[in-house]
């Protein structure tokens, strides 16, 4: 079994800094695509980044510029660097991961428990 589990989160003031970081266990034979996604109430899940096996990124829109994805394949540990935050960067943010189990099975994908980022002076 895989399992995703991030850590990080945390209470920071308006323009501070916070970095999330997700490391994936469990029988792992490589991944393709990991990325941080993030959900406030009554709204639906939205992607802020994502980083390919390549290194190749995508960002939201909304946070290019002040968000930085990378990953450490040693450790399949996916990271954000998150500066000038602002209120509404405020959610929970969940790592996401499309990780092979099997060189020979398809990817499945796989989301963590999601951490708590609260953006507030």
């Known amino acids: 079994q895989v399992q995703l589990v991030e850590s990080g989160g945390g209470l920071v003031q308006p323009g501070g800094s916070l970095r999330l970081s997700c490391a994936a266990s469990?029988?792992?034979?490589?991944?393709?695509?990991m990325g941080w996604y993030r959900q406030t109430p009554g709204k639906q899940r939205e992607v802020v980044a994502t980083?390919?096996?390549?290194?190749?990124?995508n960002y939201a829109d909304s946070v290019k510029g002040r968000f930085t994805i990378s990953r450490d394949d040693t450790k399949n540990t996916v990271y954000l660097q998150m500066n000038s935050l602002k209120p509404e960067d405020a959610a929970v943010y969940y790592c996401?991961?499309?990780?092979?189990?099997?060189?020979?099975?398809?990817?499945?994908?796989?989301w963590g428990q999601g951490t708590q980022v609260t953006v507030s002076s």
């Open positions: 469990g029988s792992i034979f490589s991944i393709v695509v």
């Open positions: 996401n991961a499309d990780i092979r189990t099997k060189w020979y099975i398809g990817p499945s994908e796989y």
């Open positions: 980083i390919t096996s390549g290194g190749s990124t």
